[in-house]
């Protein structure tokens, strides 16, 4: 089992800067990768970043490539999104996902409950 729990969300106006962090327990950390989902009311969940165990290769959604970046602490079993010129539409609730294996395009295997972000005009 692997608990993940997400912290950081927040209002924030349009083109301000948010970082989540998620904290992760259970298993080793380094053989996950790592990625950070959202979804908006109304809207399917939809794949935001990813990140491999080693934390040297990523993986980002059209929509926040140039804006967001994924990293990760092994350490201290901490993945973080830094999410830069924030819109409207990147307003949603943000989950942390682990999967195990090595390939960017793992399916997640555990998820974390979730941290409000909303992004006012």
């Known amino acids: 089992q692997v608990q993940l729990v997400e912290s950081g969300g927040g209002l924030v106006q349009a083109g301000g800067s948010l970082r989540l962090s998620c904290a992760a327990s259970?298993?080793?950390?380094?053989?996950?990768?790592m990625d950070w989902f959202r979804q908006a009311p109304g809207k399917e969940r939809e794949f935001v970043a990813a990140?491999?165990?080693?934390?040297?290769?990523?993986r980002y959604a059209d929509s926040v490539k140039g804006r967001f970046t994924i990293s990760r602490d092994n350490a201290k079993n901490a993945l973080y999104l830094q999410m830069n010129s924030l819109r409207p539409d990147d307003t949603a609730v943000y989950y942390c996902?682990?999967?195990?294996?090595?390939?960017?395009?793992?399916?997640?295997?555990?998820w974390g409950q979730g941290t409000q972000v909303t992004v006012s005009s």
């Open positions: 259970g298993r080793t950390f380094s053989n996950y990768v």
């Open positions: 996902a682990a999967g195990y294996g090595s390939s960017l395009y793992t399916v997640p295997n555990y």
């Open positions: 990140i491999r165990g080693s934390g040297l290769t990523t």
